[in-house]
């Protein structure tokens, strides 16, 4: 395990590890530019074992790209690994507004110097940059988006992304134990279920200085966090979609691959026209 551990923070090229909260904060900024958000790997059916060995393989040396059971698991297991203290939380989504949804999305809180503190690197193209404090109840300043933790009225947090009059509840979590296999039965259902979103959806993002990006079914978004402005384009083809993949997000795919992307993305988008 040691050297999984080893060759992730080495290619997160960060300085001598700390346990402060600035060096967490380094490794959360170079884990979110390196390592994209992507439900690839789900759409092409590949085995998603959580087992480290498996897991930093894929995630870390294919550079496959992967969601939040992935990405927290190694962005945990590297802190534990450190002597951090971190233990797993897992919330519910609620970008649709139903407070009711299932626990579906996987968080590691770190204890530092006495205080609680959220560490998210696996939501998509709204996880936060900044690794959010709890104790204050103070606005986390993330360029464009602010992010605040309130209370959720049934005794857990909401974590909330405002941007002038507009906000976004994002999920909403408590502080229950959980444990790898509470982790394993949210995960088999997210990459499982036909239901499952990650199943149905094409979904790609990455975060860098002050740009995100975001492939959402078989359109392209880009988004100017500095200056507020953002693009939107339309892909027209698998070629488009390898290039995007292999450039932007830098993932590792095939031009085989990014065709079934596509096929499969298409297929989906004339069943939801059909439908509705």
Not at 95 to 121: A, C, E, F, V, W
Not at 141 to 158: A, C, K, N, T
Not at 183 to 197: E, G, L, M, V, W
Request: hydrophobic share 40%; proline share 3%.
């Amino acid at each position: 395990m040691d050297k999984y551990i080893q060759a992730y923070l080495q290619s997160l090229d960060l300085a001598e590890p700390q346990h402060t909260l600035a060096w967490v904060q380094s490794l959360q900024t170079a884990h979110l530019a390196r390592y994209p958000f992507s439900s690839v790997n789900v759409i092409l059916s590949r085995d998603l074992s959580l087992e480290p060995e498996a897991l930093f393989d894929r995630l870390v040396s294919e550079r496959s790209g992967g969601y939040c059971f992935e990405h927290n698991k190694v962005i945990f297991l590297a802190l534990q690994s450190l002597g951090f203290d971190v233990r797993p939380l897992i919330g519910r989504v609620m970008l649709n507004g139903n407070p009711d949804n299932g626990r579906s999305h996987r968080l590691t809180l770190l204890q530092l110097d006495g205080k609680p503190y959220l560490i998210d690197g696996g939501f998509g193209v709204m996880t936060p940059r900044r690794v959010i404090a709890l104790e204050t109840g103070e606005a986390q300043d993330s360029l464009r988006y602010d992010y605040h933790v309130e209370p959720d009225g049934r005794g857990g947090f909401m974590v909330i992304a405002r941007h002038g009059d507009t906000a976004q509840t994002l999920y909403r979590f408590d502080f229950a134990e959980y444990v790898e296999s509470d982790c394993q039965i949210a995960h088999f259902y997210s990459y499982q279920s036909p239901d499952a979103a990650f199943v149905n959806h094409l979904v790609v993002s990455r975060i860098v200085a002050e740009r995100r990006m975001l492939i959402r079914n078989l359109t392209y978004f880009e988004y100017d966090d500095q200056h507020v402005s953002d693009k939107t384009v339309a892909i027209e083809d698998s070629t488009m979609l390898y290039q995007l993949l292999k450039t932007q997000f830098k993932l590792t795919v095939t031009e085989q691959e990014a065709a079934h992307l596509f096929a499969h993305q298409t297929a989906k988008l004339r069943q939801m026209q059909t439908n509705g």
